[in-house]
T-cell receptor, first 115, second 112 residues
């Protein structure tokens, strides 16, 4: 079974631009979560989608948004990029996102650099 | 609110030496605990998890962690490390129905 895939792997943008990141979960997984990883803040939860609905949300400004499609693929969008948005963005998928037998599987991440 | 503290940001150790990566958490309700490992340029992989039952949990590559409720700790140990264990290790806490909270990470550096 293929793992979680994220595209693109690397991205360079300038301040003020917007960016869309994509995540394809493991086949059969319906929950997709997004995390931002930076050296200073560590791993921070952005949001979780399940069956095309946002189920949980972290403490990020409205510039960060996401969506999930009927095939469980998810996209994350960041508008009006700031230098501080430079980070590794990780996507994780799981079967249903609840219950402790339900393990999260992470993708390799998208490295976003904002200049 | 729940939180996770990893007490060491970096742990250098010689190959074949034992290692302990410390993790403490705070929560007013029962939690479930995880250790993840991140190798360079990769995402996180689940190393082991404590859900209930035996307080000592083991991974397939020789790591183990012990849940200590009275000390609210979930320290990760390995009796003899290898160069290939060099990675960043994250402790995480979850309450049912809520998001998972990750610690800041501990970078394990194994020296020859």
């Amino acid at each position: 079974k293929a793992g979680v895939t994220q595209t693109p792997r690397y991205l360079i943008k300038t301040r003020g631009q917007q960016v869309t990141l994509s995540c394809s979960p493991i086949s059969g997984h319906r929950s997709v979560s997004w995390y931002q990883q930076t050296p200073g803040q560590g791993l921070q939860f952005l949001f979780e989608y399940f069956s095309e609905t946002q189920r949980n949300k972290g403490n990020f400004p409205g510039r960060f948004s996401g969506r999930q499609f009927s095939n469980s693929r998810s996209e994350m969008n960041v508008s009006t990029l700031e230098l501080g948005d430079s980070a590794l963005y990780l996507c994780a998928s799981s079967l249903v996102g609840q219950g402790f037998q339900d393990t999260q599987y992470f993708g390799p991440g998208t490295r976003l650099t904002v200049l | 609110a729940q939180s996770v503290t990893q007490l060491d940001s970096q742990v250098p150790v010689f190959e074949e030496a034992p290692v302990e990566l410390r993790c403490n958490y705070s929560s007013s309700v029962s939690v479930y605990l995880f250790w993840y490992v991140q190798y360079p340029n990769q995402g996180l992989q689940l190393l082991l998890k404590y859900l209930s039952g035996s307080t000592l949990v083991e991974s397939i590559n020789g790591f183990e962690a012990e849940f200590n409720k009275s000390q609210t700790s979930f320290h990760l140990r390995k009796p003899s490390v290898h160069i290939s264990d060099t990675a960043e290790y994250f402790c995480a806490v979850k309450i049912e129905g809520f998001k998972t909270i990750f610690g800041a990470g501990t970078r394990l550096f194994v020296k020859a």
